[in-house]
C-alpha cells in the first residue's frame, strides 16, 4: 500500500473521532508554531537566549499584555522563549524517532532475513541496547563531548533503537517465512532487493504507527535530559531547559513566587505530548485490534 | 522428441538441525518428461513430491543434499552436489506455488507482480509488462481491473488464476505446478486444473502437475508418475494406470478414492509409509503389501509391462492387476 492512500484511509477513517480531532488539532498548532515562531515572537532574540539590555528594570514580572508569559530571572521574555522552543522540540522529537526507526528498522529486518549467527548476534545486541537509560549515556556524553543538541540526539537514539529494531524483528519475523519472501530466496534474488521490495513493505506500517505514538515520550525524555542540564546549553530555547533555569536559579522559590516560570513551559510540553499520542492512539487500536475496545472509554 | 526433464538416479536429502541424520526425501528418482507434455506426480504427504518439483524448479533450499544428475532440456542443473540453475530459473522454468495467499505480496498490486518479475527475467519496462499482463490475465479469465487490485481483493480461485498468469507471462518452456489446487474449493479445483491444461496445450509449454489427488490428475495429465516413500513406483500413460494399475500401492490409491458415478466401497492404506532417515535395500511398499513375498525383501528395478510404455517397480505386477 503506497503511503499516500494509507494516509488517507487513516484520515477518512479516523477523523470522525473526538480525540483524533483535538490530537491533529494540537499537532498541527504545534508543527505551524514551530515553523513561523521566531516571526510571530514579540522579542525574537530574547527567544534565543540573549539578554536584553533593559534585563534588571523587567526581572521575574507577572505575566501581562507586554509580557503574556511574564519574564525569567534574566529578564527575558518568557513567551518568546517558550515559542521559539517549539521549534526545537519538534526538531528533538521527530530526529531521534527518525533515526532510531532507520537504524532500528534495518538491524530487525536483517536480524530477521539472515538467520543464524547473524541473527543471534544482533539479537543480543539489541537486547544489550534496551537495558541503557537514556539519561545514563547523556551523562555521559555531557562529560565527554559536551553539551548541545546532538547529545540529546545521540543518546535518545542509543537508548531507543533497540525497541525498533524489536519490533521491526518481531514483525519481519513472520514475513520472512511466507512464500513470497523464500521463493525469491531460493530463486537467488538478491536480499538488496527482497528486504525494500517484500520485508520493509511488509512491517513499515506497524512500524510508522510505533513511531508516531512514540514521539510525545521522545519529547518527554528530551525534555528530561534537557532538565537536568545535561543536553542543550543554558540560555537555549528548549522547555527543559527553561524549568532547568528556573528551578537552578530560584530553587522552590519559583514554584512559590514566580510560577509561570514553571507553568508555561510545562504546559507547552504537556499539550505536545498529548496531541502526539490522541493522534497516535487511534493509529495504535487499527493496528492492534486487541487494543480497540479498552481505550474506547476515555473520551 | 526432446527431453524436457531427465533425472538420473536424483536423490534429495535434509539433515537435520544436530546434523545427525539425513532425510532422504528422494531416494534415486529416474524420470524422464517429454516436451509439451503434461506429466503428472501423484503420491502421500512425505513421498518427496514436493522436494521434487522445487528440484525442477530451482527453488530447493541450500541445506538440501543432492546426489546424482538433473538434466533440464539437456542442461545439467544437478551434478552430484553442485547445482547450476542459471538461464534456467524463471527463463526456462517457472514454478506455481501451493498457497496463493501467501505467494502474493500483501503491499503489491498485482500489476506490481507482473512488473518486478518481467523487470527482472525479461528486463521489461513498466508500460510494457503491464500490456504482457494484460494479455495475460484475459487468458486466465481476469479484467484489466485486476492489475490495479491488491492480492487481499481477490478470492482464493482468482489468485491462483494470477499466479498462473504470471508464470505464463515470462514465456518459460516447463512450468511446475506444486499442487496449484490444494488451497482451493472442490467446485473451483476443474476449473482451475482445466484452464491450466488448456493454457498448457495453447502456449506449447511442458506441465509438472505435483499433486496428491489421482483423479484431478487424471483429467489433465498425459502421463502419471506415482511416488512412494521417495521412489517412483510407477509410470505410465493415464490411461493405462488409471485402468490398470500394476503397483498394488497405485490400485490400493485408487480404492480409496472416490469416483463420481461409481458405487465402489472405499479401502483406506492400513499402515503408514516406512521412515526414510535410514536407508533400506527391500521394496519400500512391503510391509503394506498384500501381495508380499519373499522376494520382496530386494528392491525390484522399475520392470516394463509389456507392449505398454509403463514401467512398474513391483516384482508382482502381473498378479496384481
Known amino acids: 500500500m503506497t503511503l499516500p492512500s494509507l494516509y488517507s484511509r487513516i484520515m477518512r477513517r479516523n477523523l470522525r473521532r473526538t480525540r483524533f480531532k483535538i490530537g491533529v488539532a494540537l499537532t498541527t498548532i504545534i508543527v505551524i508554531l514551530s515553523i513561523i515562531a521566531p516571526l510571530i515572537a514579540p522579542y525574537p532574540s530574547e527567544g534565543y537566549g540573549y539578554v536584553p539590555a533593559n534585563a534588571s528594570e523587567r526581572k521575574l514580572l507577572p505575566p501581562s499584555t507586554q509580557f503574556p508569559f511574564g519574564t525569567d530571572a534574566l529578564g527575558r521574555d518568557l513567551f518568546s522563549r517558550v515559542l521559539t522552543g517549539t521549534r526545537t522540540a519538534v526538531i528533538q522529537a521527530v530526529s531521534v524517532i527518525l533515526i532510531s526507526l532507520l537504524v532500528g528498522m534495518i538491524i530487525g529486518v536483517c536480524a530477521a532475513y539472515f538467520k543464524g549467527l547473524i541473527e543471534v548476534t544482533l539479537n543480543y545486541f539489541t537486547e544489550l541496547f534496551m537495558a541503557v537509560p537514556s539519561i545514563v549515556i547523556a551523562l555521559f556524553l555531557r562529560l565527554t563531548i559536551g553539551q548541545g543538541l546532538h547529545v540529546v540526539i545521540i543518546s535518545l537514539v542509543i537508548a531507543w533503537w533497540a525497541w525498533y529494531s524489536r519490533i521491526a524483528y518481531v514483525y519481519a519475523k513472520s514475513i520472512v517465512e511466507l512464500e513470497y519472501v523464500t521463493l525469491a530466496k531460493l530463486s537467488g534474488l538478491s536480499a538488496l532487493k527482497i528486504i525494500p521490495r517484500h520485508v520493509i513493505r511488509n512491517i513499515f506500517q506497524a512500524l510508522t504507527v510505533q513511531a508516531i505514538s512514540d514521539l510525545g515520550s521522545a519529547l518527554l525524555e528530551a525534555s528530561a535530559i534537557n532538565f537536568m542540564g545535561l543536553g542543550l546549553p543554558p540560555g537555549s530555547p528548549e522547555w527543559g531547559v527553561i524549568l532547568y533555569e528556573a528551578i537552578t536559579e530560584l530553587g522552590i522559590e519559583a514554584f512559590l513566587f514566580s510560577p509561570w516560570l514553571v507553568v508555561f513551559p510545562g504546559l507547552f510540553i504537556f499539550m505536545t505530548t498529548l496531541g502526539f499520542s490522541l493522534v497516535a492512539d487511534p493509529l495504535r487500536e487499527d493496528l492492534d485490534p486487541r487494543l480497540r475496545r479498552r481505550w474506547k472509554l476515555w473520551f | ?321
Open chain 2, 1 to 321: 522428441m526432446v527431453l524436457a526433464i531427465q533425472a538420473k538416479n536424483l536423490k534429495i536429502g535434509y539433515m537435520d538441525e544436530e546434523e545427525e541424520q539425513i532425510t532422504w526425501a528422494t531416494r534415486g528418482v529416474d524420470l524422464s518428461v517429454e516436451e509439451g507434455e503434461s506429466f503428472c506426480i501423484v503420491g502421500e504427504s512425505g513421498c518427496g513430491k514436493s522436494t521434487l518439483a522445487s528440484a525442477i524448479a530451482g527453488v530447493l533450499p541450500p541445506h538440501a543434499l543432492t546426489m546424482g544428475k538433473l538434466y533440464i532440456f539437456n542442461q545439467l542443473v544437478i551434478n552430484e552436489s553442485e547445482r547450476n540453475y542459471n538461464g534456467i530459473r524463471g527463463k526456462v522454468v517457472s514454478l506455481i506455488p501451493q498457497n496463493p495467499g501467501t505467494s502474493l505480496n500483501p503491499f503489491l498490486t498485482i500489476g506490481d507482480h507482473f512488473y518486478y518479475i518481467l523487470r527482472d527475467v525479461k528486463g521489461l519496462s513498466k508500460s510494457d509488462s503491464i500490456k504482457i499482463a494484460q494479455e495475460y490475465l484475459s487468458k486466465v479469465g481476469l479484467g484489466k481491473d485486476v492489475l490495479e487490485k491488491y492480492p487481499h481483493k481477490l478470492s482464493g480461485g482468482m489468485q491462483q488464476r494470477v499466479l498462473i498468469a504470471i508464470a505464463l507471462a515470462s514465456e518459460v518452456k516447463i512450468i511446475v505446478a506444486d499442487e496449484p489446487t490444494s488451497s482451493i474449493d472442490a467446485n473451483l479445483r476443474a476449473q482451475i486444473l482445466n484452464l491450466l491444461s488448456k493454457l498448457v496445450k495453447e502456449f506449447k509449454v511442458t506441465l509438472l502437475l505435483v499433486t496428491h489427488d489421482l483423479a484431478s490428475a487424471s483429467k489433465i495429465c498425459d502421463r502419471i508418475a506415482v511416488m512412494y516413500a521417495g521412489k517412483v513406483i510407477e509410470t505410465g500413460l493415464t490411461s493405462s494406470i488409471i485402468s490398470k494399475p500394476r503397483h498394488p500401492y497405485t490400485r490400493m490409491l485408487l480404492d480409496s478414492v472416490p469416483l463420481l458415478g461409481s458405487k465402489k466401497s472405499l479401502n483406506p492404506l492400513p499402515g503408514e509409509p516406512p521412515s526414510l532417515v535410514e536407508d533400506f535395500t527391500w521394496c519400500s511398499f512391503r510391509d503394506r503389501c498384500p501381495f508380499r513375498i519373499e522376494q520382496c525383501s530386494v528392491e525390484p528395478p522399475l520392470i516394463p509391462v509389456e507392449d505398454e510404455p509403463h514401467l512398474v517397480r513391483c516384482w508382482r505386477f502381473r498378479e496384481v492387476s
